[in-house]
């Protein structure tokens, strides 16, 4: 398995960072992309990748921390730097900042375009806002956690985009994200976790980590009605295919 997103590179998992390397390891997970969202965890995410062979970086400017300018081509030439994310437009926590998230998400893309990485895209309650900036930028990534707008699906499925999906999807009340995952063909399908947060059941409250993407994982096989092993051979090439630099070691 691979945990497409990551974030052990912020407290409470970075504080025992090993240990839930380990464990994740005792699962199945074979690799982990560690997501930044600032100018810190950028560099956080870089060290954790090259100090464990299991982990690999991603960088940029998450929507909240859009105070920061994205200066961080230099960290793209790293070779365990397999994308530019978390960015995104987040309209959940705040909405008069609006035009200064654009302005910043804008500039990611063109990165991202300009140095072929793809890209993981946060999304909520801004999807829509999201596609129709997507679609001016020749980019592939990973729409991250898709939990909105089970119609714009298709849509971002013709850019070129994968669907990732997390540990919302065994949750009681995840019927938006059932419907997402209905209509993603396997080949476009990602798991993830978004660790520490957004636990599955049967941890659902507690602190997330990598080895629960099992669970998530296990949760698609029974909705696809593939077995795990399948299903874990098609995420892991998925992975391999969105991300070629996961091949890279130092």
């Given at each position: ?5 990551a ?5 409470p ?8 390397i380990?464990?994740?390891k ?12 600032n ?15 299991e ?24 070779p ?33 375009e300009e ?61 938006l ?9 396997l ?20 602190t997330?980590?990598?080895?629960n ?12 009605n ?8 098609i ?16």
């Amino acid at each position: 398995m691979i945990d497409t997103h990551a974030h052990i590179n912020i407290s409470p998992l970075l504080d025992n960072v090993e240990k839930i390397i380990n464990n994740a390891k005792k699962n199945g997970v074979k690799k982990i992309i560690c997501v930044g969202i600032n100018h810190e965890t950028n560099l956080k995410a870089i060290k954790l990748s090259e100090k464990y062979k299991e982990v690999y970086a991603s960088v940029g400017i998450h929507p909240s921390e859009v105070k920061e300018e994205p200066n961080y081509l230099s960290l793209l030439l790293h070779p365990k730097v397999v994308a530019v994310g978390e960015i995104g437009i987040d309209l959940y926590w705040r909405k008069d900042n609006l035009d200064r998230q654009i302005d910043v998400f804008r500039k990611q893309l063109k990165i991202a375009e300009e140095s072929g990485l793809p890209v993981i895209i946060h999304s909520r309650n801004s999807s829509n806002v999201i596609y129709e900036i997507v679609k001016d930028y020749n980019v592939k990534g990973v729409m991250h956690c898709y939990s909105e707008h089970s119609d714009l699906v298709d849509k971002y499925l013709d850019l070129g985009f994968y669907i990732g999906v997390g540990g919302i999807v065994t949750f009681k009340n995840a019927n938006l994200v059932l419907e997402i995952v209905k209509k993603t063909p396997l080949e476009r399908l990602l798991i993830e976790t978004d660790s520490p947060y957004l636990s599955p059941v049967p941890f659902r409250g507690k602190t997330n980590e990598p080895k629960n993407v099992l669970y998530v994982l296990e949760k698609l096989s029974e909705l696809k009605n593939v077995s795990s092993v399948v299903l874990n051979k098609i995420t892991t090439e998925n992975a391999y295919n969105l991300f070629p630099k996961l091949n890279n070691t130092i």
